[in-house]
Nanobody, 115 residues
Framework: QVQLVESGGGLVQAGGSLRLSCAVS????????RGWYRQAAGNQRELVAD???????NYADSVKGRFTISRDNAKNTMYLQMNGLKPEDTAVYYC?????????WGQGTQVTVSS
């Protein structure tokens, strides 16, 4: 059974940094992409960043230059390094892994940025 478990969220002051991790247990065949999404209170879930199987990365305009997505295939883990955090980055952050047949989601981790 596949499970995605996020960690690394928390409370940080504006301008600070956090690194989120997403550990994947179980085997997912033919992965297309790995990504991070976020959902702020009252808003829809939105893409933050993703990385395809060939290593191509894509970022939301609001986080370009501040966030970096990466993966460690040996550890079956992906990361989101978040620098220069702003209060508007406050949200629950979810990781997702997709293949041809399914999208797997983690349970989410809260990130709160105080001004």
């Amino acid at each position: 059974q596949v499970q995605l478990v996020e960690s690394g969220g928390g409370l940080v002051q504006a301008g600070g940094s956090l690194r989120l991790s997403c550990a994947v247990s179980g085997t997912i065949f033919s992965v297309n992409a790995r990504g991070w999404y976020r959902q702020a209170a009252g808003n829809q879930r939105e893409l933050v960043a993703d990385i395809t199987s060939d290593g191509t990365t894509n970022y939301a305009d609001s986080v370009k230059g501040r966030f970096t997505i990466s993966r460690d295939n040996a550890k079956n883990t992906m990361y989101l390094q978040m620098n220069g955090l702003k209060p508007e980055d406050t949200a629950v952050y979810y990781c997702r892994v997709t293949n041809t047949w399914h999208a797997y989601w983690g349970q989410g981790t809260q990130v709160t940025v105080s001004s």
